[in-house]
């Protein structure tokens, strides 16, 4: 548990993933376009370009070179 729980009883409720205030997922294709438009227009989203060449991936190198020597295994 968190430390920030205070120690004695508690209640516990759950709510269902559906009602969640988080996330809202979009009932029409409308709302979906909607939501995007939003996602476009925020100020604070960053490029995705910017991560560009920044993580070495999984195997730790360079992506092409690793697909290349898999190829190289085919007959």
Same mark, same amino acid.
């Given at each position: 548990m968190p430390r920030e729980i205070p120690v004695g009883p508690v209640i516990i409720t759950f709510t269902p993933a559906g009602t969640s205030t988080h996330r809202k997922d979009p009932r029409t294709v409308a709302e979906a376009l909607q939501m995007a438009e939003e996602k476009t227009t #925020?100020?604070?989203r960053k490029p995705i370009s910017q991560?560009?060449?920044?993580?070495?991936?999984?195997l730790?190198? #360079?992506?092409?070179?690793?697909?290349r020597a898999i190829r190289d295994e085919w007959d």
């Open positions: #925020d100020k604070n991560l560009f060449g920044k993580h070495k991936g999984i730790g190198g #360079d992506g092409v070179a690793y697909q």
